[in-house]
């Protein structure tokens, strides 16, 4: 069973900077596609960076240009550097990971950004 382990949330004022890691584990493959998520209260889930095994990546038009997403493929591991954090940034982020045409959610963990 695939299971994914994310840290590196947090509180931070306006203008700062957070970088979130997430590790898969429990498969022997290397995921087709990593990414993060979002939710903040009242509102839906959405894609904020994606990263496939070629390199390929993809973001939401309001984080392009501040965040980074990147990964490791061997082992397994995306990280998200986010800086220039505004206020509407403030969601619990949710890693994915794709094995195969199966998904998997992390935990989600929290980031606030103070205005």
């Known amino acids: 069973q695939v299971q994914l382990v994310e840290s590196g949330g947090g509180l931070v004022q306006g203008g700062g900077s957070l970088r979130l890691s997430c590790t898969a584990s429990?498969?022997?493959?290397?995921?087709?596609?990593m990414g993060w998520y979002r939710q903040a209260p009242g509102k839906q889930r959405e894609l904020v960076a994606l990263i496939i095994s070629s390199g390929s990546t993809n973001y939401a038009d309001s984080v392009k240009g501040r965040f980074t997403i990147s990964r490791d493929g061997a082992k397994n591991t995306v990280w998200l550097q986010m800086n220039s954090l505004k206020p509407e940034d403030t969601a619990v982020y949710y890693c994915n990971a794709g094995f195969h045409g199966r998904y998997y959610w992390g935990q989600g963990t929290q980031v606030t950004v103070s205005s």
């Open positions: 429990g498969s022997i493959f290397s995921a087709n596609a």
